[in-house]
């Protein structure tokens, strides 16, 4: 069983900038999609950015050309770029790694955005 860690999450005032990593704790060359999703308080759980190999990465309207998802599968680790943060990104961000035969979850890491 392959265990995701995340980290990078934080407080942060809008405008700024923070990078979300997700480390796996084996390889992850047979990861076919990777995925970041968030889930504000009283809200269900969202999509944020997913990424297929080989496709062209998709994401939720409210990130587009602000948010950047991206992987190192030499370090194991999936990234989200996030840049000119709103308030309403605050949320608890989930890392999501998967193929035909896995589905792994990170932990959640908090993104707090204050005005």
């Known amino acids: 069983q392959v265990q995701l860690v995340e980290s990078g999450g934080g407080l942060v005032q809008a405008g700024e900038s923070l990078r979300l990593s997700c480390t796996a704790s084996?390889?992850?060359?047979?990861?076919?999609?990777i995925g970041w999703y968030r889930q504000a308080p009283g809200k269900q759980r969202e999509l944020v950015a997913v990424?297929?190999?080989?496709?062209?990465?998709n994401y939720a309207d409210s990130v587009k050309d602000r948010f950047t998802i991206s992987r190192d599968d030499a370090k194991r680790t999936v990234y989200l770029e996030m840049n000119a943060l709103k308030p309403e990104d605050t949320a608890v961000y989930y890392c999501n790694m998967r193929n035909v035969w896995v589905n792994y979850w990170g932990q959640g890491t908090q993104v707090t955005v204050s005005s």
């Open positions: 990424s297929t190999r080989g496709g062209r990465p």
């Open positions: 084996g390889g992850i060359s047979s990861i076919n999609t």
